[in-house]
């Protein structure tokens, strides 16, 4: 059973930082594309940070900069560094797992919350 679990989130001011984290299970790690995304209230799940082909890492435009996406294929960990924190990254964070060849399947952990608040 594939499992994906997040940690990490929690309040923290403006301008600070977090580091989360999601460690799969039940799956062959190195096989598979991670991705970060997030959801604020009342707006639509968006793409925060991937893996492209090659390794190479992509962001969204609003956390250039800022965040950062690492993996650690030995613990079978994905993380998103977040630094300057902004009140507009506050929202539920998820890391989804999609294989890289067919049949293309993906899951999803259940999100941990980061709330940027003074």
């Known amino acids: 059973q594939v499992q994906l679990v997040e940690s990490g989130g929690g309040l923290v001011q403006p301008g600070g930082s977090l580091r989360l984290s999601c460690a799969a299970s039940g799956l062959s790690f190195g096989n598979y594309a991670m991705a970060w995304y997030r959801q604020a209230p009342g707006k639509e799940r968006e793409l925060v940070a991937f893996?492209?082909?090659?390794?190479?890492?992509k962001y969204v435009d609003s956390v250039k900069g800022r965040f950062t996406i690492s993996r650690d294929n030995g613990l079978n960990t994905v993380y998103l560094q977040m630094n300057s924190l902004k009140a507009e990254d506050t929202a539920v964070y998820y890391c989804?797992?999609?294989?890289?060849?067919?049949?293309?399947?993906?899951?999803w952990g259940q999100g941990t919350q980061v709330t940027v608040s003074s």
């Open positions: 989804k797992a999609r294989r890289k060849v067919t049949p293309w399947d993906e899951y």
């Open positions: 893996f492209a082909d090659g390794g190479r890492t």
